[in-house]
């Protein structure tokens, strides 16, 4: 016990004398080589330290960041869906746009029909027939034989019709046929759906002028239809020296898989139509 | 058995996805008989006497929403019911290949049934344009859709069945 109280005191005195010979030698210069052998011993483990201290740091630092970010990134997310949501809005504003333009041109073109805007519903569950679906009825004052038409051209008529509701069959359902002539020969014919092939005018006498790209117009005749709408244009013409009419097949002005909103003429009466 | 209000309400949602809904994904111009093939798929698993009330009920809700004669898609689908559900079917119910195969069978009988049932009743029929185009497209069409609808109705029968 002894011997370890005298070792611990005398290296207390030790120190207590270096310190004191520091205190008197450092102002003076004598320490000065001191000082560099121990700074130059000491660098590399400070520099290691240092270098250990400053990853930690780093470590520490990205995991407060951490917190921040994500509550950034939750941010920007939801601005990004904002922003998705808000463009799908504006491209269907748009299309809704262009389709309402569309027929805003129709009524500019022809002001003597009174006609009323509908929207496309849904189409006949059977890919054999043609019909379309709108949104209007007898409420709206629809009635069966009222002809459907778009910008574009004639798309049918309305062949069954309920309070909120109507059913138009297309001009291209095998059952549609309609009184029409070739606008710059005025040869007439009668244009037949033919279902996904198009549209086939037929019994035009085969002394007709008929040529590829000429329009196709809705004649009159039969009172079915009103009077030159357009129906479409010819891509091709058969003749057949044994047969007494000419077969021309018609490409329709209209879209049918994209109709979306249409126009259904009112103030036309058929005479007596049946469907 | 099957929930009635449930059948109901599931044929119903069929009728209005083949009608509002699919058109718009329509490839080729041409939608999957949707109707057809929940039928055949429940008369596959079930039986004729399970699939018919099905292809009465969700006949009758495509023939309402149909321009055609009324009952043409009741009747398809009833007959399309009855020959899918026969016994020698049931033989293959694990058959990988027996969805593809009953529904390109179902669709051409459907097809060809429906189209003499609108010439019966004096509708204009093409009929070379109308097999060549629609029928035999839809074949290939519903194959595609068939399993998805077989895998759903099967998994719908498991459930119901084990309730009882």
Known sequence: MSVLRNRSLTLVSLLVAALLAGMVLHPTGYLRPVEDAVFTMLAPLQYSFQWISARFAGWAQTLRDLRTLQARVQNLEETVDRLMIENVRLREAEIERANLREQLQFKLANPTYESLGAEVIGHDPSNLLHYLIIDRGTNDGLAVGMPVVTARGLVGRITSVYPQSARVMLLTDPASSVNALIQSSRATGVVQGQGRRGLTMRFVEQSEQVEVGDIVLTSGLGGNFPKRLVIGQVTAVKRNDVEMF??????????FDRIEMVQVIQSFTPIDYAP | MINPYLASLLLLTIAMLQTSALPRFSPWGIVPDLMLLVVVSWSLLRGARAGIPWALGGGLMLDLLSGGPFGAATISLALSSVIMGREEFNLFRDSLWLPLFASSLATAIYGGLYLVILRVSGRPVQWGPSLLQVV???????????YPTFWAMRWLHRRTLSVG
């Open chain 2, 136 to 146: 035999i497209p839809c074949m290939v069409l519903n194959a595609l859709v068939m």
């Open chain 1, 246 to 255: 000419l077969e021309v097949e018609v490409q329709s002005a209209v879209h």
